[in-house]
């Protein structure tokens, strides 16, 4: 029923993909502290810094002193490392190790942390969560499972297109642009396709179609602005229908 109409006038395509979006939640942790050796600015949106997670203090009687003899100011163990970063979220890390911390700075050397503390102690440090999976990281791979998530739950064009087509308004719709859509094929069999007027008269034609169709359907109760839409969709979808049966029969 729907091939005859779809034949001669096609509604422009323009499938419309929600676009999904994902809300970043940066989770900021007062565990972590940011060292002065970023390699670029705040400003910039790719960066390469190194970051260091600091994991305990270190508990000794020994009064601990930098290089120069000054003693440190509570000092601590942390883990010190290397992170890509885009908005200063940790997405890839490499090169870590504990390293001596303090309220001075970072020492990056660790044989310097290997002469404070015995060998089994060192030995009982683990390597931070947020080194071994980076918050970035995280995110992405919860949107991609929060996409498909959402994809999959979301109903299909041709659930849409079905559940349309399940409404009888728009069945009495379809079969009156069938019938409109006979007499335009038969107005095209005899008129000269030559003159100027032809061309004219045939789109004004097609249209007339689609707007007593969307009419009828908005006296029935429906939206006109609702009705178009669906009414557009309907006549895609069937025009796909359309297109496999043909590729089929090839």
Sequence with gaps: MAAEFESVFKVARSIKTLSGILTILFLLSGCSARSAHSSGNLLRIFQVERDVIFL??????????????????????????KAFTILRINFWTWNGRFVLVSDQGINPNEKELKKLISHKE?????????????????????????????????PTFADLSEEILSDSRYEDVLAQMKEEQLELEEWIKTEEQQQE????EL????????????????????????????????????????????????
Aim: hydrophobic share 35%; proline share 5%.
């Design 56 to 81: 305990k203090p270190l508990t000794e009687q020994v009064e601990l002193a930098d290089q120069s003899g000054r003693p440190l100011d509570n000092p601590g163990v942390g883990y010190y490392y």
């Design 122 to 154: 060192f030995k009982s440090l683990s390597v931070p969560w947020r080194y071994r999976i980076p918050t970035g990281l995280v995110i992405v791979v919860l949107g991609i499972i929060g996409l498909i998530l959402y994809n999959r739950s979301r």
């Design 197 to 200: 007027s032809f061309h004219e």
């Design 203 to 250: 789109q004004e034609r097609q249209s007339a179609i689609i707007s007593n169709a969307i009419n009828k359907l908005e006296a029935a109760g429906i939206d006109r602005l609702e009705a178009e839409q669906n009414l557009r969709m309907v006549m895609e979808y069937l025009s796909y229908q359309e297109e496999d049966a043909e590729t089929d029969e090839g």
